[in-house]
T-cell receptor, first 115, second 116 residues
Framework: AQTVTQSQPEMSVQEAETVTLSCTYD???????LFWYKQPPSRQMILVIR??????QNATENRFSVNFQKAAKSFSLKISDSQLGDTAMYFC????????????FGPGTRLSVLP | EPEVTQTPSHQVTQMGQEVILRCVPI?????FYWYRQILGQKVEFLVS????????KSEIFDDQFSVERPDGSNFTLKIRSTKLEDSAMYFC??????????????FGAGTRLSVL
């Protein structure tokens, strides 16, 4: 069974600074997908970024980028130029490659962006 | 942008009562899911549904739970006899089938269930 670990329950960062959230996972699969979801105080789960395991290149979405280290089973999220609206709970999630498979979520990291 | 919608946003019920949580997935999606998040805890998978039947379910999804797609748009989660420990945020998600989809699940805003 797959597991996802996020070792930082809480983090804070000053506005405009850069922060990195860590995520590690365990799987015997060779191909899979990894995601970061954001859950602001409104509680809706919003997709931030995704990575396909067979792609070497790290995914980037505007101020969000990942550092995917497949051998180390590590998938960290970097947020550049942090904004107050980035304050949220961030969940790392793993998905097998087959469609319709459930996500396995990590326990989350609560990020606070300070003015 | 199309989105998954869930109603109600907050449901309060008495222990032992039946509740139905409703979801309208994105219209061209074929896979549907329910997840649960107890306050302060991580999101947990409950069940996935495809082609009008359950494709996978977790240990949490016991006989008290059922899912249904009663028409072409709604996807419901029923809890027959609620317990205090069923109090949680329930998220519906959907995904589209196809190579382009990249297995992305789109989540609704959730229904907060409070069992008293």
């Amino acid at each position: 069974a797959q597991t996802v670990t996020q070792s930082q329950p809480e983090m804070s960062v000053q506005e405009a600074e850069t922060v990195t959230l860590s995520c590690t996972y365990d799987t015997s699969e060779s191909n899979y997908y990894l995601f970061w979801y954001k859950q602001p105080p409104s509680r809706q789960m919003i997709l931030v970024i995704r990575q396909e395991a067979y792609k070497q290149q790290n995914a980037t979405e505007n101020r969000f980028s990942v550092n995917f280290q497949k051998a180390a089973k590590s998938f960290s999220l970097k947020i550049s130029d942090s904004q107050l609206g980035d304050t949220a709970m961030y969940f790392c999630a793993f998905s097998p490659p087959e469609y319709g498979q459930n996500f396995v979520f990590g326990p989350g990291t609560r990020l606070s962006v300070l003015p | 942008e199309p989105e998954v919608t869930q109603t109600p946003s907050h449901q309060v019920t008495q222990m032992g009562q039946e509740v139905i949580l409703r979801c309208v997935p994105i219209s061209n999606h074929l896979y549907f899911y329910w997840y649960r998040q107890i306050l302060g805890q991580k999101v947990e998978f409950l069940v996935s549904f495809y082609n009008n039947e359950i494709s996978e379910k977790s240990e949490i999804f016991d006989d008290q739970f059922s899912v249904e797609r009663p028409d072409g748009s709604n996807f419901t989660l029923k809890i027959r006899s609620t317990k205090l420990e069923d109090s949680a945020m329930y998220f519906c998600a959907s995904s589209v089938h196809g190579a382009i989809a990249k297995n992305i699940q789109y989540f609704g805003a959730g229904t907060r269930l409070s069992v008293l």
